[in-house]
Structures are given as C-alpha cells and as structure tokens.
C-alpha cells in the first residue's frame, strides 16, 4: 500500500460531509468514492500539519475532484 494512504485514509464519510456541504444528495456517496483518486486527496492532506487544516484540505480536494470530473454525473447514470 501506498506510504501516502497509509497515512491518511479517505472514507466514505468524508465524501458525504463534502455532499452534504455541496447540498448535495448524500446518498450517492458510495459510488462516488468509488471514482476518486485517494492518493491525490492523501497528498493535499499531508501538505498541512495540523489535523484541522489536513481535513480541510483534503476536502476541498475531494471537491475540487468531483466538480472536475463530473461526478455527480457518473454516478446518476
């Protein structure tokens, strides 16, 4: 396993706290995750050093992945 997720671990419950602050559906959280790069989400994370920011980064990264690849798209069809 990657040293990077070792690390840090995104679940699927990051993935519906960052639904949820879209106001988006939660419910499409699994299938989502499922189309997520994890190492990239992992390495915002580590960029900071306090857990709080690590959190915020790696969800804004999360984000920024599922506006620019559509997700919620993917994953309704």
Excluded: P
């Excluded at 396993?1 to 671990?9: R, T, V």
């Excluded at 994890?38 to 984000?63: H, S």
């Amino acid at each position: 396993m990657n040293a990077l997720l070792m690390a840090w671990e995104t679940t699927v419950e990051d993935v519906e706290n960052v639904l949820r602050s879209m106001g988006k559906s939660e419910g499409k959280a699994e299938g989502i995750f499922d189309e997520l790069d994890c190492e990239e989400i992992a390495e915002a994370a580590l960029t900071e050093t306090k857990f709080e920011k690590q959190v915020a980064a790696a969800y804004q990264e999360i984000e920024n992945q599922i506006r620019e690849d559509n997700l919620l798209l993917s994953v309704e069809g």
